[in-house]
C-alpha cells in the first residue's frame, strides 16, 4: 500500500467568462492548499471559465485566455499540484475544434491531462455542440497512485430513467469500465451538474454504484452557485470503494474539504439532510443571489398583487438580496379585492420591504377611451384583462427604468405551462423565480418559510387564487384545481408522457387533453418568457426545445 | 451500362408534426410518379414529420405515428419505389434511442436503410440531441444500379470557412468517401438544409464538388417552405459526374422535377438567377406566410411609424398574406412628426391595406401622472421614452386580441443587436420579420420594392431613421452611421471576430468597443424577443446561444 497522500476537494462558485475572478479564486485555494500540505487540489469541470459557457466557446479570444489562466495558476503549484476543469485545443486536424478537459497543474506547468468522452446533448446540455469526445483512456501516475480522472457525464452512461422511451444508455461506451482495466488506485470526477429536486439524490446513487461497481474510491467535485437558469448545489463526495459516502459537502456553499487516501475512516451516516422544499428554496434564493451578484446588480423589483405567488417571489427577493434591496409595488385595479391590498401590505410590512402603492383605474380607462372607436360594438373579453396586466407591467418597467431595480417575474410553472398569464403584462420580468415550481409547490415552499413565524400573510395562503381581472375571478373558474392539474402536467412534462399514458393511470381523458392543449398552443408565449430558475428534472427554457409552428 | 431509369425529386413544403398532411402530401406525388413511370422517386430529409421537430422527437407517439405513416405510404409503393427521410428506432441496446434514416419505400413494404452519420450540432442544429450516429457503410441495389444514399450534413465532411478558429474538418470521417469505394452507380443526397444568403451558393459549390471528387453523379432533394424561423429554398438540383448542374428546381415553391438516369444531357448553364436581395426578400415572404399558413391564422396586425422597418414589414405581410388580411395602427405621440402620419398613410394606401389611429398623447400624460409621485424629482429620460413603446405595445395587443390579429414585430437585425428597442414596447410581436435584416440591407430592399414603382414612400426612405420619442431624436444620436454599424457587427455576429481582429481592418478602436458592449449588454432583451425569420448564417436567437450572466 502506497502512503497516505493529501487531498483537497474544492467546491467554488465561478462566474462564466470572468477569468480574472475565477483564476484568483482557484489560485487563493492552492495557496491554502500549499500552506496545509495538502498533494493534489481538486476543481471542478470547466471552473477556469464557468458552466456553461455556450457559445462563448467559440470564441478564439475566449479559449485563448482560459488556457493562458491555466499556465498562469500553474506557477503558484509548486508544492501543491492540481487538477482544474477547462477548455482546452484538439491537436488533431479532424473533428471540432476543443476538449472538455480536466488539466494537471504541477511544478509550475499546465496540461490537459484527460478529455471528456461523454457529451451530454440532452435537456439543457449542448455539449457535442462545441466538443470533441475523447476516445483514449489512461490513468495518471501520481505519487506512486494510478488516478483514474473522468469528467462528469462519464461516470453516467447508464442512468436510471422516467419514461420507457428513454434509454439507461445513451452512450456505447463506458469511460469507467475502460479506466478500471487499468487498475487505478482511486478515481476522481470532476462536475458542474446542476440542481433539481430528483437530480442530487440521483447523483449520489449513481456515483456510489459506480465506486462499488468497480470498486474503487470516487472523489467527486461539484461547483456551487447559480449562471442564470443554472444552480449548481455542490453537495461534493468522498465515496469509499464499497460505494459509501464517507463525507458529503454543504450544498449551496463554497467550500474546500481535506481528506487523506488512503486512512481508514467509517462511512458518515449522521449526514443532516435538509428537506426536498428546503434544498428548492435554498436553489432559488441562490439562484436570485447569483443573478444579480454576477451581474453586478443590487436592487430587485416585485410586483405585489396580494397573491401567493408575488408574496413568496418577494420573500425569496429578500432572502437573497435584503429587504433594502427589494421593493413592491401594489397596483389595484377596480377589481381588485380589499384584501389584496392589505395582504400585500402585511406582506412588505413582514418582510420589512418598501412598498408603494400606483392604482390604475384611471389608465384603464384612458386605454378604454383611446380604443373605443376601434372596440365599438364588441363585448368586453380577455382583451380587457390583458390590458389591466399590461399597464402594470409598463409600471412596474418604467419604475425599473427610472431606478435600475429588476423586476422579478412571479409567475408559477403551473401557469407558465397552461398560459395563464399576459405576455408583456404580469409575464414580464428579467429572471423568473418560481417558473419552475408548481402552484402546489408555492403553496408547499410558504408554508415551510411560515413554519416558525407569520412571513407570508396566512390569509394569502388561505384565500383562493385569483387573477382578479374581471369581477369575482377565480383561477378554478378555467382551470381545473391545482392539485389535478399539477399531476397532469408533471407527467406530460417532467415525466414526458403522452395523453393516453396519463389516461391510463386514471386521470379524467377530458381533463388531461385540455390541459395538455393548453400545453402545446402556449409554446409561443413562453418563448419570449424571462430565463426561468431551473429545480425540476424538465423546466420551461432551453432545456425544453419545442417548435412554434407544428400539429402537436 | 445499365438501362436508363426513370427520377422525381420532390421538394416539397412540410408542416412539423402534421402526419396526416405530410403523409398526403407524399402519397400524392407518389401516384402522380406512378402515372408517368417513374422508377424512383426522392424525398427530402425528415420529410415525414417536417424539421426541425425538436423535442417532439423524444415522444415514442410522435415517432410511433412517423413510422406507421411510412409503412402506409409505402401501399402506395407498387411500380414506383420512394425514398423518404424519417426518424427510424436504433435496434441496439446502447446509443441514442433514434436514427435520421433514408426509409426505401418499395413493393409496398417500408424500412429503414441508410442511417445519417454526420449530425449538425451547432448553429440552428441540434441533431446529436436526438440521433445516433450511423458507422455502417453500404450501397443500396437498386435496378441494377447501386446507390450511394447520403443524408444532407453527410456531405459536408469539410466546409468553408468564416474565422480561423472555426474548422474545414469538423468531422473525423467522410460518409461520400467511404461509399465511393463501393462503387455506386449514382449518388443522393436528402436534405433538410435551410436558406441564408451564403448558404444556398455554398451548398451549390460543396454538392458540386463532391460530385467531381468521386466522378459520381448526384441527386440532391431539399424541402422548401418554413418553419417558424428556419425557412428552406428548395434549389434541389441534378449534378454531373463533372460537378455540373444540369438542373436545379425553384427557389421557396414545391415542385417535382421527372429526370433519368443515365442519358445525355448537358448542363443548365441560362439558369435563371434571382439577386441576392430578391431571394432574401422570397425567403421573408415564404417566411410569414408559412408561419400564418401552417398556425392557421389569417390577419397580421403593423404598428406604423412612418418609418422605414414598419413600413417594409407591412409590405412583406402584404405579399405573403393579402392586403385584405393586413392592418396597420398608427399611433402618433407629442412628438411624432407631421410627415410620420402622412408617410405611413401613404404606404397604407400604396399597399391598399386599412388602418387607423390612435393617438396616445392622453395615456401618456396619465401614465406621468399616475407615476408623478414615484418619480417627484427626477428627470425626464430613458423612462419616458419607454413608457411611450409600451403604451404602443399595449394597443396594438389589445387590438391582436380582440380581432386576432397576430402582431408582427418590426425590429430590424441592427437594432436587435445593439439594444435599440424597447422590451415589451417596439419588441413585441409574435414573430420578427427583419430581425436577421441589418439596416442598410432594409433600404436596399425597400428600394427593389420600389424598382418599378413607388410602394414604398421616397420620403420613409430618404428620411433620417428617427424612433420619435423625444423633441428631434435621431437614430444617429445614440448609434454609429448604419453604414458603419452594421459593417462592424456583421463581423462581430456573423464572421465571429473579436474587437481586436475589426480594429486590425481599419475600424475605430472606440467605435467597434461600444459596438460590441452595446451587442453583449443586451443579450437579456434577446433573450425575450419573438422568434426571428433566418436569412443569414447567424441569426439571433436559438442559433446563437449566450449566456445572460456574464462577464464578457
New interface residues.
Partial sequence: MQAPIKLALSQLNY?????D?NKAKIINEIKKAAENHVDLIIFSELAIC?Y?????L????F?RKAIDCMHEIAKHCQTVTAIVGGPSINP??????LFNSAWLLSDGDARPVVHKTLLP??DVF?E??YFQPNQDFNVISFKGHRIAITICEDIWDDRPIE?????N????LSPMQKLAALRPTFAINIAASPFSYHQHEIRKQVVCKKAAQYQIPVFYVNQTG???ELIFDGGSMVISPAGEVMHRLGFFKEETFYTKFNEPATPNKSEEKPSEIELIYQALVTGVR??FN??SLKKALVGLSGGIDSALTAAIAVAALGKENVHGILMPSQYSSDHSVTDARDLAENLGMSY?I???K??VL??D???Q???SG?ES???EE??QA??R???L???S??FGNILLNTSNKSEAAVGYGT??GDM?G?LSVLGDVYKTRVFEMCRFLNRNEEIIPENTISKPPSAELRPDQKDSDSLPEYDLLDAILFRYIEQ?R?A?EIVSEGFDQNTVLKTIQMVNRNE?KR?????VLRVSGKAFG?G?????????
Fill in positions: 462566474k462564466i467568462g470572468d477569468f475572478a464557468g456553461p459557457p455556450l457559445d462563448m467559440t470564441r478564439e479570444e479559449v488533431g486536424s479532424k473533428g471540432k475544434q446533448t440532452y449542448d457535442y455542440r419514461n420507457a422511451f428513454d434509454r444508455h445513451l452512450y456505447t447559480a449562471n442564470t447569483d443573478y454576477k451581474s408603494e400606483i392604482p390604475i384611471d389608465i384612458q386605454f377611451f383611446a380604443l372607436n376601434s372596440f364588441r373579453d380577455i382583451t390583458n390590458i399590461r399597464i407591467g409598463t409600471l418597467m418604467a419604475y427604468n427610472k405576455l408583456y414580464n428579467g414526458n403522452s393516453k409561443h418563448f419570449q418568457a424571462p430565463p432551453f425544453r426545445r419545442m417548435p412554434l409552428v407544428a400539429r402537436y
